[in-house]
């Protein structure tokens, strides 16, 4: 008797602890809600099954949890996930299970649904759920839905893949908290769009000759003596199967990948190799304007590298405005004007670009230490049709108050010019002097209008 009651303990002990394995090997600890690994089990196996119910993936990506975990700290977070965690458990049913998949991650596996309308109910009522959380964090999230079907069902990795692809960019939806996009072809283009842009900017930061990223050079004039006062250098890259990028597409990709660095030297170095070659003509007081991103701007050697640059190109320092975007400085004015400080030592001048686009205002600009103010064109189009009370008359008054000189952008009408001219602006730049001209175009602009230096 004894012994066999032995044998039945020790069978219950085992199931029990075949039962906790299982357990764990499914289950995520924190929150006790199923895992990225009994997800995959359960696409694979379903993989194989000949399916007639509708099926998708609903990813909740929380990666903004990330910046509370940098301020309030790793325990405060992982609170907050497992509230969520508590939240959306409402929302399971037999057919809607709920995964988390990574830290700040959740997945709903959604079986036997109608059609995309229904999904897009659940999303709604998802990102009440996840608002009613999070507005109070001053955090946002994003919704991503991707429908499982006969050709994309077998390639689990891509699969998920995508699911985030799709969540990312409702991540980076700016009029939503929490955004909601479904995973689409257009999608997935934009997505190798961008991986080509990234791998072709590698390739010219790696090769020598920086194939493929080229400048031109907008002439900036003097309102007053109607010369060439100097040229904004715009970057452009051509790829062989994507064509021309604008900048506006390919810088935001170098910066978020840190390629601004090496490509953002090889502009300094081009744009230099520019301004001697004019000095080299004659033009002795020409000035190249270089547009600087933030990620170059905090490097730490950044004013050093460039002092190198002028030297080691023979370039006056005198003869070089950078560009840096009013953005920047709203971020942080007193350290910028450190970083400011350090440049106008080096001699080169400093442009506060696109100024009234972004949150800083003109009692602002007068602590940063700027020497030029650029206008941007959403504040030039304000004049056409030509209004007596547009305010960029006073913004340019009060810019000379605070000793910047005043540059006006996207200059297209004659219209335009006669205002900025009346109203005492310094230089403008636009269409209507020229467009961007390759470098040898650029010459020959400067040696038609200047008529010699
Ligand atoms: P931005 O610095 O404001 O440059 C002015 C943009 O306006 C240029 O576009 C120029 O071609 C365009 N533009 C000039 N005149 C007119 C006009 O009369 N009408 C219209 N409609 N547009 C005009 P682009 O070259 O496409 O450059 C766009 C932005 O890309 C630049 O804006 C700048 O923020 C960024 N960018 C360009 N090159 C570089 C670079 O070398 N480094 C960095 N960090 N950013 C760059
Ligand atoms: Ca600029
Ligand atoms: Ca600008």
Redesign the pocket.
């Known amino acids: 008797m004894e012994a066999l009651e032995g044998i039945i303990l020790d069978i219950s002990d085992r199931k029990e602890m075949e039962y906790d394995l299982r357990y764990n090997y499914e289950h995520d600890t924190w929150t006790g809600l199923y895992n990225r690994r009994y997800l995959l089990d359960l696409l694979r196996r379903d993989i194989n099954r000949l399916m007639r119910e509708k099926r998708a993936l609903v990813d909740i990506n929380l990666s903004t949890v990330q910046s509370l975990t940098l301020t309030y700290g790793f325990q405060y977070s992982q609170e907050l996930i497992k509230n969520v965690a508590h939240a959306l458990r409402f929302h399971c049913s037999e057919n809607r299970i709920l995964f988390r998949v990574q830290e700040n991650q959740f997945v709903f596996y959604i079986k036997a649904y109608e059609n995309r309308d229904e999904l897009q109910k659940f999303c709604s009522g998802l990102a009440d759920t996840l608002g009613s959380i999070l507005t109070v964090e001053r955090i946002g999230g994003g919704i991503g839905v991707l429908e499982i079907d006969d050709n994309n069902k077998s390639d689990i990795e891509q699969l998920l893949k995508n699911l985030l692809i799709a969540s990312e960019t409702a991540i980076n939806d700016l009029d939503r908290m929490i955004g909601v996009r479904f995973f689409d072809r257009e999608m997935e283009t934009q997505v190798t769009r961008e991986e080509m842009i990234k791998h072709e900017l590698a390739r010219v930061a790696a090769d020598k000759e920086g194939n493929g990223l080229f400048?031109?050079y907008?002439p900036i004039l003097d309102l007053r003596t109607n010369r060439i006062y100097g040229f904004?250098?715009?970057?452009r890259l051509k790829v062989d199967n994507l064509g021309l990028i604008?900048?506006?597409e390919f810088?935001p990709i170098a910066e978020k990948t840190k390629l601004?660095i090496p490509v953002?030297e090889r502009?300094i170095h081009r744009a230099f190799s520019f301004q001697r070659k004019l000095m080299q003509r004659g033009y002795n007081d020409i000035i190249v304007s270089?547009?600087?991103?933030p990620i170059?701007l905090f490097r730490e050697d950044f004013a050093e590298f460039l002092c190198g640059c002028m030297r080691q190109a023979g370039v006056n320092p005198q003869n070089v405005i950078l560009?840096i975007?009013e953005s920047v400085f709203a971020s942080n004015y007193e350290n910028i004007n450190v970083i400011v400080e350090k440049l106008k030592y080096c001699g080169v001048r400093i442009a506060l670009?696109?100024f009234g686009t972004g949150y800083s205002s003109l009692a602002q600009s007068r602590d940063i230490n700027a020497n030029y103010l650029k206008i941007?064109?959403s504040f030039v189009d304000e004049l056409l049709p030509l209004k007596e009370d547009s305010i960029t008359g006073d913004i340019i008054s009060m810019a000379h108050k605070m000793n910047h000189c005043v540059v006006a952008?996207?200059?297209?009408e004659e219209k335009q010019r006669q205002y900025l001219l009346e109203n005492g602006c310094d230089l403008i730049?636009?269409?209507?002097i020229s467009?961007?001209l390759d470098k040898n175009l650029a010459f020959e602009f400067l040696e038609k209008h200047n008529q010699g230096p």
Do not use: C, F, H, M
């Open positions: 400048l031109q907008q904004e250098a715009l970057a604008p900048p506006l810088i601004i953002g502009i270089v547009n600087i991103s170059q560009e975007t670009d696109d941007d064109k952008e996207g200059i297209e730049q636009g269409y209507l467009r961007p």
